[in-house]
């Protein structure tokens, strides 16, 4: 009996203990976390004894966070071997699977970091990325010569620098052959019937469209659909960002910048006579009767078809619906875009001078065992050896150099380069993508950019293309669009931080809920019924504070314009 | 209750009223340590969370410690309610949570009651697993698959067309009027199979003695059904009925943002997508803990009034 009982007391002692180490492993978030700070600190403080680590190799893992849906690199994908061999660094991506601001806020709320996250200003704000500009300054030559020029825009209003921005460092005026913004876009063939005419303005644009639909009812089956709008989630822009365009402003996001004051546009005159127009060709029965109940897929579906004529978008947003156009021989079918503005006296103003992406590329968490490390590793890749490794791939394999000294493709390894398994396999896109690049010309005089390389983008250049840009006298589809002038400091205003909770984030949420809700009204009222719909939006937004949504940018722009010097 | 307690004192000796005391403590202690695992499981898991319900008066900052966080009382709460559009929001939510509730126990005891009555057990085998296959689905191909049937070339157009019931297709998600009704049709799609498993395993303890005494009676088929099958199985209903209840807030959140669009918005925004805009996506965690907590108390007392009702009218309780 006696044995029993020690037995039963024993067996109870073991769960309460068990219990206790669970509990107690729950409340240790914040000692490891403590921990790891502290290891941080120790880092930057003793770089004396870590020093001469960089010049042997041994292998070690860096943990990443990518903040955008990807996938996996094989296990023996080339490019990476190749860092591993060199270097000692492997990566362990995580890619982003569903909301990112839920998966954020998960994150934080847990202090649960990987050793490397793309940038979000959330996670900035939440204390997740530590200073890197001490770092640089001390490790990495390279990265520091590499952003000199951008050192005070990479500055976060502490003055610290928290991420390396990963595109917009250019060290020469980049080669363009894509353009990859916003732009009304038109079917290849629409313009071919109609003569290859010169389209400036929202009207042409409208009347080549219904000219061409009233010939083509239908396109391999499918009725035609003149024009096609996307409003959906995040992807909006395609409902709210056209009048700014034809206006001849850039695309600053919800606000317009005049003589350096930033007002919003959603209610003013100009942004009126753009969705009267739309709903004058609704009565036309251009614009698809769908256009504002479906979602992203059946957009990307409908454009993948060949039977939609027009749209406003980014071009980059709709891409791989164009590439399964260009997979299916439909090369009439894939798109220009074209700068329209409301009348010829308007300058378009589409095309801008890249601005430092500020709200992307990589920083390092306060989770990072070894933060010098990852520096000095980001230092050795924005080498130039490595940067043409990166971008055209391993010479001889992936291209030549003809006798002028001149990168090119054969067509095959063209081929591979769009392909997306292939690239898997052979390309390290899913950390390059987000690291710091160089951009524009290699020491050589070679492009950055394989695609953008003149004479290569020529060679690779589909008979139809050839003859369709013959047509208008022009190098590549760029041309359509005017030379774009130099950045104002402050541009773009869209990359302004709200704050999240603050006034003027609540205030824009709600002005693009009431844009979501009265635009598609009023472009599909009956005509008669459009002034009373637009009085009444007008008259919702009136009642908001945007005055708070307003104030906030312009005081942001104003402290980029004192801060952000250039030399 | 009282006549169990009863018949528990019966079985284990008529002894004086028990009291608490460390004798019967200590004679009992294989047992407290027995639930000791489970009580502080129901502790840490149940009722240390609440301690995050703190976080709805204050301006709450992520990675900052509870001392630094800024206390600001009833303010996220007064946000919630002075909204315009929160009462809308509160419609909705009802509205399609009433609709769901309804149709669902509705369609699913009519479900029931008819496969009840097949008696091929491999067709009743059949219908049942074909009627519980969605249940599966997740919400967003759900909604794709609604989505893609209403389109104007969907399925839904092209059979109204054949049937000349409509002249042209009709744009379903454009129209507010549809709305509610779209949702707890995909609802009653998604669940009604699966909501009938239940009631058949209701019905198949129904006394089988009863349908003999019926027929003997001389009852037909939809006798037996409304006077011995439905009776049999009116306890699960109630109780399940007052579960139910409990969750009128819950009107759901998937189909009604992957469905909704600018064009419905006034009929399709819940409480939990305002959560979303307004508390989430704009890292302020401390609203949707404010309406999370204003959900709950809801919840409660529609759940508490849910059970008084049952108890005044004599049926089963849940508590």
Request: net charge negative; proline share 3%.
């Amino acid at each position: 009996m006696g044995g029993n009982k020690k037995s039963v007391l024993r067996f109870s002692m073991m769960l309460l203990l068990s219990l206790g180490l669970v509990l107690s492993a729950c409340g240790g978030g914040s000692n490891t976390k403590d921990a790891a700070k502290n290891t941080t600190k120790d880092a930057n403080n003793g770089q004396a004894t870590t020093e001469k680590a960089g010049d042997t190799v041994e292998p070690f893992e860096i943990s990443v966070f990518i903040g955008e849906a990807g996938q996996q690199p094989t296990p023996d994908n080339k490019i990476y071997k190749m860092i591993k061999d060199k270097t000692g660094a492997s990566f362990k991506f995580e890619f982003l699977a569903g909301d990112i601001d839920q998966k954020l806020g998960v994150m934080i709320a847990g202090s649960d970091y990987p050793d490397m996250m793309t940038a979000n200003q959330k996670l900035t704000g939440a204390g997740a990325f530590i200073p890197l500009e001490d770092l640089i300054e001390e490790h990495a030559p390279n990265l520091k010569k590499h952003y000199e020029k951008y050192w005070n825009m990479m500055k976060d209003s502490d003055g610290h620098i928290y991420t390396l921005p990963n595109y917009g460092v250019y060290n020469s005026d980049p080669d363009s052959t894509w353009y990859s913004g916003p732009a009304f876009w038109i079917q290849k063939d629409v313009l071919a019937e109609a003569g290859y005419p010169q389209v400036k303005t929202l009207d042409e644009y409208f009347d080549i469209i219904a000219k061409y639909k009233e010939k083509h009812s239908t396109i391999d089956g499918t009725p035609t659909i003149g024009f096609e709008i996307l409003n959906y989630d995040w992807r909006n822009w395609g409902l709210f960002n056209a009048p700014q365009h034809l206006i001849g402003h850039p695309n600053d996001g919800g606000v317009v910048v005049e003589n350096g004051v930033a007002q919003i546009f959603a209610d003013k005159d100009y942004a009126k006579r753009y969705y009267q127009k739309l709903n004058e060709v609704n009565q036309n029965g251009l614009i698809d009767k769908e256009t504002f109940t479906q979602n992203y897929d059946q957009y990307m579906a409908k454009i993948s078809s060949g039977a939609v004529l027009g749209m406003f978008d980014q071009h980059w947003n709709f891409q791989s619906a164009e590439d399964s156009l260009t997979t299916q021989q439909k090369l009439e079918r894939t798109y220009v875009g074209l700068p329209l503005v409301y009348d010829t006296s308007i300058r378009d103003y589409y095309k801008e001078r890249p601005a430092l992406n500020l709200d992307n590329g990589f920083g390092i968490t306060v989770n990072a065992k070894d933060p010098e490390k990852i520096i000095k590793l980001l230092d050795t890749l924005i080498a130039e050896d490595w940067q043409k490794i990166f971008t055209w791939g391993i010479e001889g394999e992936d291209y030549y150099v003809n006798e002028q000294g001149r990168y090119m493709k054969t067509q095959e390894q063209r081929d591979k380069f769009t392909d997306g398994t292939w690239k898997l396999a052979n390309k390290a896109d899913a950390f390059f993508g987000r690291a710091p690049k160089m951009q524009g010309k290699f020491s050589d005089g070679n492009s950055t950019d394989a695609a953008a390389q003149p004479e290569e983008y020529q060679a690779g250049l589909k008979e139809y293309d050839k003859n369709f840009l013959a047509q208008y006298g022009f190098n590549s589809y760029v041309d359509f669009f005017s030379e774009a002038p130099e950045n104002d400091i402050a541009y773009p205003a869209w990359s302004v931080d709200l704050v999240d909770g603050s006034e003027a984030k609540i205030v824009n949420t709600k002005q693009n809920e009431l844009s979501t809700k009265y635009l598609p009204k009023a472009i599909l009222a009956k005509s008669a019924d459009f002034d009373s719909v637009w009085e009444e939006y007008t008259k919702e937004i009136g009642k908001l504070n945007i005055k708070a949504y307003e104030d906030r940018i312009n005081e942001v722009l104003q402290w980029r314009r004192d801060t952000w010097t250039v030399k | 209750m009282e006549e169990t307690l009863r018949n528990g004192r019966t079985v284990r000796k008529p002894k004086k009223h028990k009291k608490m005391t460390w004798s019967l403590i200590k004679d009992q202690r294989q047992l407290i340590y027995m639930s000791v695992p489970l009580l502080a499981y129901i502790v840490l898991f149940a009722y240390v969370p609440i301690w995050g319900w703190t976080m709805a008066f204050q301006d709450y900052k992520p990675a900052k410690s509870f001392s630094d966080q800024k206390w600001v009382g009833f303010k996220h709460f007064e946000f919630l309610f002075k909204d315009d559009s929160f009462l809308q929001v509160l419609r909705n939510t009802l509205a399609m949570s009433v609709i769901n509730l309804i149709l669902g126990f509705v369609t699913a005891i009519i479900l029931a009651l008819l496969l009840n009555e097949i008696r091929k057990v491999f067709w009743k085998r059949t219908v049942q697993t074909i009627s519980y296959l969605p249940h599966f689905l997740s919400w967003i191909i759900v909604t794709g698959i609604v989505a893609t049937s209403l389109a104007s070339d969907g399925i839904v157009n092209d059979v109204l067309l054949k049937l000349h019931l409509i002249k042209e297709p009709i744009q379903w998600l454009s129209d507010g009027k549809y709305f509610w009704g779209i949702v707890g049709a995909s609802h009653v799609w998604k669940e009604v199979g699966w909501n009938t498993i239940i009631y058949l395993a209701a019905m198949a303890s129904i006394d089988p003695a009863l349908y003999e005494a019926a027929e003997i009676d001389g009852a037909s088929r939809y006798r037996k059904m409304f006077h011995v099958t439905l009776p049999g199985i009116k306890p699960t209903i109630i109780i399940l009925l007052i579960m139910s209840i409990g969750h009128i807030l819950e009107a759901g959140f998937e189909v009604q943002y992957l469905l909704g669009n600018g064009l419905v918005v006034d009929w399709s925004q819940t409480i939990d997508i305002f959560v979303l805009k307004y508390g989430l996506a704009q890292g302020n965690y401390s609203l949707a803990t404010a309406a999370g907590i204003f959900k709950t108390v809801v919840s409660v007392t529609m759940l508490l009034f849910a059970n008084w009702i049952a108890k005044r009218l004599g049926e089963e309780r849940l508590l």
